[in-house]
């Protein structure tokens, strides 16, 4: 069972890492590069996803070529930034059209290929490169790939794409000329082949002894296996095994995992498996990584924390108490994925709604499990979700009723196929996002949002019908967008949720920087799962308390105007009373 040692004895040529946000998949995928590097293979290591924090951890700048990575001879690393894979997409296709075309035509084609559908595209298009080109000169590749959801779409285009462009050959589509699909057809197609080939291709899906991670890491395998993609296995990452009898969080916390593991479901217990125990310190730096997949060493006593949280730090009634001053307004709880949003969001949700406050708790993250969170009713708090399937349907009939009530058979069959196309997903989840802030003018409206990447690419959208309406309306004072409203600190506050860890902390203060160029200033910080107050003896937890002190100094120390903590909890908050104490 213990540090994957099956796969690193017989590793086939492409590794993917993938599982729900904060399981650790960069840093096996990175443990695991390293330890393949070590023993003399020449090995490339690729991030796809946009928030990943693998420059941290590697401490070196990464771009879109490989880079060696120092103190590790035979590995070589590299981010595939999606913003200039869409760019280098861009430029392909229009280099496709006929000298002859226009720079008004020009003009058009770039803006039909600037959604986010096209920077998804885009970025599968590298990632593709490095699965169809067996030249790249590497043993093996590692890939730590983006959070479920986003992945699995990913995973799923080359089946969308190849079926589409087959059965659609007129000129244009919404991603303009379809010559640039048209020409990436066989590249898509060798790497879906390559992704199924289990000679070929092993996926690792990373959980932690966890029921909500293990719930999610089951769904990942089915929809996986649905895709043709047999090859996997499960590494539960951070087991923790107790050394002190008589301190209670130890015992509970190994318990809790233990008990989380008996009852996986059975598809995941069918899968090879390996356990990863949970060490001392965070994972930064090739000495870390590298002894990640070392069988543990003997712990050794570590100076105790003092129990409580730091003086500046408020507990989450606080910032309840602080929202509630209003009775509407949008409350965005944004993070990177595996933080906590989900449960944050909910917790204030029912706090402000037990507070007689109307409230409508929302989500649109695709892999969000509000309903089973929240678990109850609360007088005054209705739960919902942006489902992007449910909107693209209503988006399609909307617009086959204004536009295609005019058209032919064959017109309307036309019309029809060209919104099946992926992009109409994005629009039709843009229309939901701003219905949803516009609510907040008459009640409280809390939105628990995707992980990082696809929130900021909700929020360009914002931006690109903002600059769109004020073209339009020219002169016009009464104007208000989306953008707009998300800009005014009186009608949203947003909620940045990490954990006391460097790259949750890191990633949130990125995370703050992306919202303050589009002129959006987050209102509050919350800290969330902190051992602090439970003066554990436990050597390993005493160790990551130290560890969890120096976060909240960052923190507090000029990254967040107003800074909230919320203790470790052993039973995640599931249901209205579990959440209600959060904020007690």
Known sequence: MGGMQSLLDHPPRFLFFTGKGGVGKTSLACATALKL????????????????????????????????????????????????????????????????????????????????????????????????????????????????????????????????????????????????????????????????????????????????????????????????????????????????????LAQALERAGREALDTMPPSLKALPTDQVPLRANDMVGLDALRALLDPAPPSSPTAIVAPGMPPDVQPLAALVDALAQQDRGLIMVMGKGGVGKTTIAAALAVALAQRGKTVHLSTTDPAAHLASTVEGQVPGLEVGRIDPAVETQRYIDKVMASKGKDLDEAGRALLLEDLRSPCTEEVAVFHAFSRTVNEARSAFVVLDTAPTGHTLLLMDATGAYHRQMARAFEGATRMVTPLMRLQDPDYTRIVLVTLPEVTPVSEAAALQEDLRRARIEPYAWVVNRSLLASGSREPVLAARMAGEARQFERVTGGLAQRVYGVPWCVQAPVGVDALAALSA
């Open 37 to 248: 590097a070590d023993a003399g293979r020449r090995v490339l290591l690729v991030s796809t996803d946009p928030a990943s924090n693998l420059d941290e951890m590697l401490g070196l700048a990464l771009s879109d070529h490989p880079r060696d990575v120092p103190g590790a001879p035979g590995l070589q690393a590299m981010n595939i930034d999606p913003d200039a894979a869409a760019e280098a997409y861009r430029g392909r296709v229009l280099a496709q059209l006929p000298s002859q075309a226009s720079d008004t035509e020009r003009q058009t084609v770039r803006e039909q290929l600037s959604g986010a559908c096209t920077t998804e595209i885009a970025a599968f298009d590298e990632f593709v490169g490095l699965l169809a080109d067996p030249a790249t000169g590497h043993e093996h590749v590692v890939f730590d790939t983006a959070p479920t959801g986003h992945t699995l779409r990913l995973l799923s285009l080359p089946k969308a794409w190849t079926g589409f462009l087959e059965g659609n050959d007129r000129g244009a589509s919404c991603l303009g000329p379809h010559s640039g699909l048209k020409m990436q057809e066989a590249r898509f197609r060798a790497g879906l082949q390559a992704l199924s080939d289990p000679a070929q291709t092993a996926i690792v899906l990373v959980t932690r002894a966890d029921r909500a991670a293990l719930r999610e890491a089951a769904r990942t395998h089915e929809e996986l296996r649905h895709l043709g993609l047999h090859q996997q296995r499960l590494v539960v990452n951070a087991v923790f095994t107790a050394s002190v009898p008589d301190d209670p």
